[in-house]
Every structure is written in structure tokens, then in C-alpha cells.
């Protein structure tokens, strides 16, 4: 595999030149399996991990057919139609067909809910070679009657498993009637389950499926890190991770948009620069939040699912799964928003009691045991946690306050230092506050054993 290049693949020179000024100096490993294929005009099932050049592998062989054959039409009929599970995800795709094939002349468009149809109307009457959509959307443009699918000669599924699962699988029927059933069709996926294996075959003729990787795996370059976190104590938790542990970016992921909605405001009001992006706020705000976030003009971008697929953020270092996924797929997904591209990343969890037998699904699922770690405490000159005191609502705080007070040191005496704790470099990098020392002790050990 190590002597293929683009070229050897057999991709025009034009597009080698783009791939090199991007720094492409390679395929990835599912792009040198499924590039020739796909030029063959075979259908393919692909699973590659997250982060390692799915888009670039449907992208590129369709870049180099379009270019090969021009549409002779003068409005461009839809020749590829890649289908996505979220309006991020299609605008992405979009942008990378626009960065692969800047000088292959071949028109793409993204449509997808939440902004206004017109605009998407205006641009459709020109055609369009490459249509990438959200299947709502798509369904309601060609409603309209302003979207043909009558010469589509593929049909990529992008995030497949989750377009072949229940909340999608009716729209994607619907579609494939209204395309040609000589077609090419690609299916690719991080993630892939029993479930849809059947749908996949179907949707397909003779597929090659294509393993890059190990099944529902994370990419080797993710450190993954679970901790035992109460769920009150998740809030207080995370805001001081953050400012103490010098972290710049951060993804966090919530399960529910007002969780994300409340993670971002204790941040906030710590004066912590976040965002939030869920189903509940206007695309115009959720593409903003996304972009400031790729600009580095905020430090947290606090996100429900809708955002732990696809998204590509340059070299972003962590992801922090502030509440379990209970969907052990989204785990793979949520942790490949970090390690992208063969760079190193971390993906820390919080697990509270009630969300272990969670956990032990996503461990069936990447077949990995996920060792649940005490929580980093932080103890001041006298040897008391600080982490999460001002975090504890009335009673609890006085508790905690009575049951130091025992120990408290006389004043004017100089505090009793403990020995350090021997550092595990694989930890979040240490907090730094004058007179507060890290301490990887907690003051509550996580409950033996799993639930469920
Ligand atoms: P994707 O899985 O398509 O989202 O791609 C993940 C990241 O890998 C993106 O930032 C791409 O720009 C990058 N990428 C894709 N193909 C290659 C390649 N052959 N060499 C280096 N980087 C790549």
C-alpha cells in the first residue's frame, strides 16, 4: 500500500496539484482502497475510522469523472448526490468539494433545512453537477419541482449507518425512487452495525466493502480517559479543568440541548468564552458558534450529537464527553472530532453512577475496556479538596466544611506539605494555581463494579 499515490490511482494532474498544495502527500489508507474501484464504477461500502479522508475518497473520483465528461446541458442536471445526516456536515462536504476541485469545473451545491429555500431555489436553476443535501430539504426542494434526480449516476451516503437508521431511513427510500436504479452507490461510515448491513446490501449491487480499519473503532491517535464524576459535580468539574489545565479548545459534548445550554452559561458566567450548538438554535446561530470556533474566537463550543458527526476542526486537541452518549456509536463519533488526520488528540469522559452501563456498551461496542479513573482532586497547602466546594449547594457545603474542620491547621502554622502524587503523563495537564497543588487523590472513589 505504501507505493500508492494519487497518481497511481489514476486521478487527472490537475487534481494532484491541488492534493499536493493542500499537503496531501499520500491516499490515506481508505482513499487507496476505494478511489480505483469507484473510477471502475463498482459500489462500495467503506468503514474507516473517523478523521481519515472519507470525504476526499467519494470527493476526488467524482471530481476526476466530472472533469473527464462535462455535462453538455446548459443547466447542469445532478450527476452525484451525496446525501448527510446534518446541515454542518453538508456544508463541509461542499467545502471540500469546492478545495479538491477548485480547477476541475464541476459545480456543487448544498442544500439543507433551517435557512431560508429560495436562496437554495436561485441556486439550483443553474444546476448543479455535485448535490449535497440533507434528505428534508431535498424531499421539500423536489416538492417544489425544483430539483430533478432523474440523471443521478451516484448516490453516496455519507455517516451511512446513520442515514440507514430509523430517523432517516424513510427519507432515503423515498429518495432512491426518484433516482436511477443503474446507478453507483457508495455508502461510508465510521461506524457500522448488524442493523443496517442488510440495508446496505440492498441499497447496493455487489458492493466492495472495504474495511480501513478495525470495526467501530477510534483512531489509534485519541487518548481516551474515563473519569467517575458525579453529575453534580460535573459542572464545577469541567470549568476547572479548563482554566487550570491551560486547555485552549475544547468540544464538550451534553446529552440534551439544555444541558449544553446549561454547561455553556456556568462557563460563561466563569468567564469562559463558549458557545452552544443544538437543534433548538437557529441555523444562522449554529453556523456562527461553529465558525467562531474553527477561528479560535471562542475557546468552547458546547454541543448535543448534532455536532459529534463529521465535523472536521483543524487540529482541535480534546473532546469532552461532559455526559455519556447513550448511544455507543456517537462515542466513536463524538471522540473523532479530536486525533483527526493522523494528529494526536484526548477524549475525556465524565461518568456518573447512573450512566455506567452506558459506558459498558461503548466498551462492547469498540471492544475496548475503558478503565473508569478517579477524578483529579485538587488539594490546597493543607491537604483539602477545593475542587468542588463552592460547587456544593448549602447543606453539603457545611458538611463538608464541619467534617475538615477537625483537621484544620492552628493559625500561624506552617502547613504540613504531603508528598506529591506521582504524575501519570496521561492525565489532563495539571492544574496551576498559587498554593493549590494537583493531586490525581479524589475525595469520593468511584462505586466498584459496573452497573448494567
Ligand atoms: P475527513 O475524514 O474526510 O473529514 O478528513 C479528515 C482530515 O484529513 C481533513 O482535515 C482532511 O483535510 C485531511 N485529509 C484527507 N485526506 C488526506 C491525505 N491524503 N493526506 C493528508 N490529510 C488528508
Known amino acids: 500500500m505504501s507505493s500508492v499515490s494519487f497518481a497511481s490511482l489514476g486521478l487527472n494532474s490537475q487534481l494532484q496539484q491541488t492534493l499536493q498544495a493542500l499537503g496531501y502527500s499520500k491516499p490515506t489508507s481508505i482513499q487507496a482502497q476505494a478511489i480505483e474501484p469507484a473510477l471502475a464504477g463498482d459500489d462500495l461500502i467503506a468503514e474507516a475510522q473517523t478523521g481519515t479522508g472519507k470525504t476526499a475518497a467519494f470527493a476526488l473520483p467524482l471530481l476526476h469523472r466530472f472533469n473527464a465528461v462535462p455535462t453538455a446541458e446548459k443547466v447542469r442536471p445532478v450527476r452525484a448526490l451525496v446525501l448527510a445526516p446534518t446541515r454542518e456536515l453538508a456544508i463541509q462536504i461542499k467545502e471540500s468539494f469546492f478545495e479538491y476541485g477548485a480547477a476541475q469545473g464541476v459545480r456543487t451545491v448544498a442544500v439543507f433545512g433551517g435557512v431560508r429555500m429560495d436562496t437554495q431555489m436561485h441556486q439550483m436553476r443553474r444546476g448543479t453537477d455535485v448535490l449535497v443535501a440533507t434528505p428534508g430539504r431535498l424531499l421539500d426542494l423536489i416538492a417544489q419541482g425544483e430539483i430533478s434526480l432523474q440523471q443521478v449516476e451516484t448516490l453516496v451516503l455519507d455517516e451511512a449507518d446513520r442515514m440507514l437508521d430509523l430517523g432517516f431511513i424513510n427519507d432515503i427510500k423515498q429518495l432512491v425512487k426518484k433516482i436511477p436504479a443503474r446507478r453507483q452507490t457508495w455508502l461510508f461510515s465510521a461506524t457500522f452495525g448488524p442493523a443496517v448491513e442488510k440495508l446496505a446490501r440492498e441499497l447496493t449491487t455487489e458492493a466492495r466493502w472495504f474495511k480501513a480499519h478495525k470495526r467501530n473503532s477510534a483512531a489509534q491517535s485519541v487518548q481516551q480517559i474515563t473519569y467517575a464524576v458525579d453529575n453534580r459535580d460535573k459542572a464545577q468539574a469541567l470549568r476547572y479543568m479548563i482554566s487550570n489545565g491551560g486547555w485552549k479548545q475544547v468540544m464538550v459534548f451534553a446529552r440534551t440541548k439544555k444541558r449544553a445550554d446549561m454547561v455553556t452559561e456556568h462557563l460563561q458566567d466563569a468567564g469562559i468564552s463558549a458557545a452552544a450548538i443544538h437543534g433548538d438554535k437557529k441555523q444562522r446561530e449554529r453556523m456562527q458558534a461553529l465558525e467562531q470556533f474553527k477561528s479560535g474566537g471562542i475557546r468552547i463550543l458546547v454541543a448535543t450529537d448534532v455536532a ?23 462515542y466513536v463519533h463524538r471522540i473523532g472530532r479530536t486525533g483527526r488526520a493522523g494528529s494526536s488528540g484526548q ?7 447512573d450512566e455506567r452501563s452506558f459506558l459498558a456498551e461503548i466498551e462492547t461496542l469498540i471492544k475496548r475496556v475503558l478503565k473508569l479513573k478517579p477524578l483529579p482532586a485538587l488539594k490546597d497547602d493543607q491537604g483539602q479538596s477545593v475542587l468542588f466546594e463552592d460547587a456544593m449547594p448549602g447543606k453539603r457545603a457545611r458538611a ?13 502554622t506552617k502547613p504540613k506539605q504531603k508528598k506529591a502524587v506521582a504524575q501519570d503523563n496521561s492525565e489532563p495537564e495539571p492544574p496551576r494555581k498559587p498554593g493549590i497543588r494537583p493531586s490525581l487523590l479524589s475525595t469520593r472513589s468511584p462505586k466498584k463494579g459496573r452497573k448494567g
Open 400 to 412: 463538608a466544611k464541619q467534617s475538615r474542620g477537625v483537621q484544620k491547621t492552628p493559625p500561624g
Open 308 to 330: 459529534a458527526r463529521g465535523l472536521d476542526i483543524e487540529a482541535l486537541p480534546r473532546v469532552v464527553n461532559y455526559d455519556v452518549p447513550q448511544q455507543a456509536e456517537a
Open 347 to 353: 477524549a475525556i469522559t465524565f461518568v456518573s453512577p
